[in-house]
């Protein structure tokens, strides 16, 4: 089933998730239902926050919606950043924040652990595209979307343009 995705500036965009404590049939059939909607909306992740559930459980799919090969069910992500192997700048944008792409820096690297869809302990470690969207993902996890880490300016040029855009929606009215 394709979800609702909420949109930037939902507030409950900016809640921290709670760790999912059973890994249930309801769980299993979330996480088929978010990677549904992930690929429906041509994403390459998606976090149970932003279908407006607050748990700790993201997928990811770096071949993106068309090839589809290599899809992450993680829960309870767990990230821990390389720091030796520096960081990457790289262009951004978000299934939550509309019309809107910009420059971010993350980590380069990390490990990371989280439990599969059977409670299994998995990890590893990410590089390149992986690496990015995990670190994204996770922000989600933690009531942060990646206009949070880019400069006060350019949030607030972009979040003006929100407001225009939505003012315009309703005839100015509120």
């Known amino acids: 089933m394709i979800l609702p995705i909420l949109y930037y500036p939902d507030p409950l965009l900016e809640q921290k998730s709670e760790p999912v404590t059973e890994i249930t049939d309801e769980i299993r059939q979330l996480a088929q239902d978010m990677t549904e909607t992930m690929y429906k909306a041509d994403g390459i992740g998606l976090a149970a926050p ?15 919606p068309e090839k589809r090969e290599d899809l992450r069910i993680l829960i309870n992500p767990e990230l821990t950043p390389v720091e030796s192997e520096g960081f990457v700048e790289g262009e951004e944008g978000c299934l939550s924040v509309r019309d809107y792409r910009s420059n971010v820096v993350r980590y380069a690297k990390v490990l990371y652990k989280a439990l ?24 989600h996890l933690d009531g942060k979307v990646f206009l949070d ?19 315009g929606r309703t005839g100015g009215r509120r």
Not at 50 to 64: A, F, P, S, Y
Not at 123 to 139: F, I, K, R
């Open 50 to 64: 932003q279908i407006g559930r607050l748990i700790r459980m993201v997928v990811i799919d770096i071949t993106g």
């Open 116 to 139: 599969d869809l059977n409670g299994k302990e998995i990890s590893g470690e990410a590089e390149g595209l992986l690496s990015v969207c995990l670190q994204h993902e996770t922000d």
């Open 149 to 167: 880490r880019i400069s006060r300016l350019k949030r607030r040029l972009y979040t003006e343009k929100l407001k225009k855009r939505l003012a």
